[in-house]
């Protein structure tokens, strides 16, 4: 059974920092793409980062590019995503995904991606 759990997330005021992390089990995490989405209240749900395992070609959102880094950690079977400098527009739940076999051009398109985790809240407040 594969199972993607996110944690990492909480409270933060602007200009901080967090760092998520993606643990997947029931699946060899370097056959995949991991991506990162974000969902604001009533908006859509949106791609953020993506890693492909068996490079290490990543991609970015403009809105987060120099500010977020996506990583991966092959031993623990886990994705990270370091977020820095954060405003209150990157306030959402984070989710991780994953897709066969890599994040590709279209890595932003989340009905490509085949297994979802259940998301941590990331909140961005003074």
């Known amino acids: 059974q594969v199972q993607l759990v996110e944690s990492g ?20 995490l370097r056959y995949y793409g991991i991506g990162w989405f974000r969902q604001a209240p009533g908006k859509e749900r949106e791609g953020v980062s993506c890693i492909t395992i068996s490079d290490g070609s990543t991609y ?4 987060v590019k120099g500010r977020f880094t996506i ?11 370091q977020m820095n400098s954060l405003k209150p ?18 890595w932003y398109q ?5 297994y979802w985790g259940q ?5 961005v407040s003074s």
């Open 9 to 28: 997330g909480g409270l933060v005021q602007p200009g901080g920092s967090l760092r998520l992390s993606c643990a997947a089990s029931g699946l060899t």
């Open 110 to 114: 989340k009905g490509k991606y085949d």
């Open 119 to 123: 998301g941590t809240q990331v909140t």
């Open 71 to 81: 990583s991966r950690d092959n031993a623990k079977n886990t994705v990270y995503l």
């Open 89 to 106: 527009d990157d306030t959402a739940v984070y989710y991780c995904a994953a897709d066969i076999p890599w994040c590709g051009s279209e």
């Open 60 to 63: 970015y959102a403009d809105s």
